[in-house]
């Protein structure tokens, strides 16, 4: 039933076509969702109108990051609060159709935003899936924009209160993680997870591929951009990252479920580590980036067979020396 979706990306709202794979057919699940932040057009799942939303700040015109407005600034109406309710609901709504695609025992790994991955794991628990851990991505920079209070009352002419704030500033910390929701479907009751690893293939997970400089992993992953890695969407992740929580709960053969494609990245890893994959994306642009990222990988040297130390050392020779 999968062979129509098999190691291609498809053009189209998920919810059209999740109904028609293969119950028990899908060994992980793996995608960097659309974190209902209001990042972009694509990223606004909601019916709130505010006129703030997706616009700009003075202090955002011009900035390469944060470039859009993703909440109001002048308080929150109960519609505003609406958001969030109706972001779990558009979650729940494809998440419930992924249930019964994924095998007893396997593992789901949602990528999210700080401020609105409970929303996903309500649907997700909502949906019959448990939540396993929650993984941090850290990155190896974050942007920052946090205003000076000083200078906004200075704006007013309010001196005193300017020198009352100064080193206070209007934001959070820098961001420099992301969460990842780790969620397993539940295997059958009476049984073990052993006994789903037999029956199944899914559920351990590959620790000893997954070493980090001769260590086992831990819940906190820290993977870059590499120098040649193309930058295609906003909300990008570094495909090592992607090859690792593959590597981590997959073997070679086995099928890999992104629903939210964006760069094209998910199909990408699955395709270097010998997996099948089944990807949709809804925004053409994205989506053709995409395909075109995947022909490039044809043309892609790379070899799955090397050993952990054997990948790691290559890469340190490329280095140094170039590739």
């Known amino acids: 039933m999968n062979e129509n979706y098999l190691d291609r990306i498809t053009l189209a709202d998920c919810r059209a076509h999740l109904p028609l794979l293969g119950n028990n057919s899908i060994d992980l699940f793996l995608s960097d969702i659309p974190y209902g932040i209001n990042l972009d057009d694509w990223d606004v799942l909601h019916n709130n109108t505010n006129s703030a939303l997706l616009g700009q700040s003075p202090a955002q015109v011009g900035k390469s990051a944060f470039k859009r407005r993703g909440k109001p600034i002048n308080g929150w ?8 309710r109706e972001y779990e609901a558009w979650c729940k709504s494809w998440s419930l159709m992924i249930w019964p ?3 007893s025992g396997a593992s789901l790994f949602v990528f999210g935003a700080r401020r609105t991955i409970h929303h996903v794991i309500n649907a997700f628990e909502d949906s019959g899936f448990l939540l396993k851990d929650i993984l941090a991505w850290k990155k190896h920079s974050a942007h920052h924009r946090a ?4 200078i906004v009352f200075e704006r007013r002419g309010l001196k005193d209160a300017a020198e009352t704030w100064r080193g206070w500033r209007l934001g959070n910390l820098a961001p420099i993680y992301e969460p990842i929701a780790w969620f397993i479907k539940p295997y059958r009751i009476g049984g073990t997870i052993a006994d789903n690893v037999l029956e199944h293939g899914v559920g351990a997970i590959n620790i000893a591929e997954c070493q980090i400089n001769g260590s086992n992993p831990t819940n906190l992953l820290e993977f870059g951009f590499q120098k040649d890695e193309p930058r295609i969407h906003e909300a990008q992740k570094p495909i090592k990252l992607i090859e690792f929580l593959i590597k981590l709960t997959t073997k070679e053969g086995q099928v890999v479920l992104d629903p939210f494609m964006g760069s094209g990245t998910t199909a990408v890893a699955a395709k270097r580590l010998k997996r099948h994959f089944i ?3 809804i925004v053409p642009e994205y989506y053709e980036k995409a395909i075109e990222r995947l022909d490039r990988e044809e043309e892609r040297p790379y070899s799955s067979d090397l050993t952990t ?3 790691r050392l290559l890469e340190e020779t490329e280095k140094r020396y170039g590739s």
């Not at 109406?77 to 969030?84: E, L």
């Not at 205003?147 to 000083?150: E, T």
């Open 101 to 103: 695609k994924m095998k």
């Open 279 to 281: 990807g949709f994306e």
């Open 147 to 150: 205003q000076r209070v000083s």
């Open 309 to 311: 130390s054997q990948l």
């Open 77 to 84: 109406t109960q519609a505003d609060r609406n958001i969030g």
